[in-house]
T-cell receptor
Framework: DGGITQSPKYLFRKEGQNVTLSCEQNLNHDAMYWYRQDPGQGLRLIYYSQIVNDFQKGDIAEGYSVSREKKESFPLTVTSAQKNPTAFYLC????????????FGPGTRLTVT | GQQLNQSPQSMFIQEGEDVSMNCTSSSIFNTWLWYKQDPGEGPVLLIALYKAGELTSNGRLTAQFGITRKDSFLNISASIPSDVGIYFCAGQNRGSTLGRLYFGRGTQLTVWP
């Protein structure tokens, strides 16, 4: 089955710890994206990558880091510098940087206490 | 980042009624997308629009790409309980170097039996 997987579905961490969220796609898409969703808000772009070994900051990149070593994988690290890390995180992929439809994974809900 | 204006913010309707929602932007886009999100899940693409004035249907859903390229509309006919969820619009400039999406804040739809 082609698609985007995110793991785990639920993640709990103590304040001050870094945590890495996984995102894998087997759609052979070039572009991948990370969004954050808070209740009552839309999707806010954290980071995106248009090709392997290249990525750009989105609108709310502070406190987050990413890597893109393989086409299929785009992990997101939520660092201890992120002031309000508790949120629903969504990964998405798209055929290429020029556009076409963007498809989403099932999301990871991160709770930091 | 650019935010689209999506309205209404929420809707409470009875099963069988029709639903209309819209999205406006201060900038033009060459692609409009509509997504639906169920609680705790990732958004699912419903309809993609590529040309100003285009009217596209997907079952009971019909979406239109506004002639000014600054707006889009989604209609749901004869609503059913499984239509409950959050509907998001997104604008994109296909062919640009970024290809990123800009999202509205969503319309929360509740359908009463």
């Amino acid at each position: 089955d082609g698609g985007i997987t995110q793991s785990p579905k639920y993640l709990f961490r103590k304040e001050g710890q870094n945590v890495t969220l996984s995102c894998e796609q087997n759609l052979n898409h070039d572009a991948m994206y990370w969004y954050r969703q808070d209740p009552g808000q839309g999707l806010r772009l954290i980071y995106y990558s248009q090709i392997v070994n290249d990525f750009q900051k989105g609108d709310i990149a502070e406190g987050y880091s990413v890597s893109r070593e393989k086409k299929e994988s785009f992990p997101l690290t939520v660092t201890s510098a992120q002031k309000n890390p508790t949120a629903f995180y969504l990964c998405a992929s798209q055929l290429d940087r020029g556009g076409y439809e963007q498809y989403f994974g099932p999301g990871t809900r991160l709770t930091v206490t | 980042g650019q935010q689209l204006n999506q309205s209404p913010q929420s809707m409470f309707i009875q099963e069988g009624e029709d639903v209309s929602m819209n999205c406006t932007s201060s900038s033009i886009f060459n692609t409009w997308l509509w997504y639906k999100q169920d609680p705790g899940e990732g958004p699912v693409l419903l309809i993609a629009l590529y040309k100003a004035g285009e009217l596209t249907s997907n079952g009971r859903l019909t979406a239109q790409f506004g002639i000014t390229r600054k707006d889009s509309f989604l209609n749901i006919s004869a609503s059913i309980p499984s239509d409950v969820g959050i509907y998001f619009c997104a604008g994109q400039n296909r062919g640009s170097t970024l290809g990123r999406l800009y999202f509205g804040r969503g319309t929360q739809l509740t359908v009463w039996p």
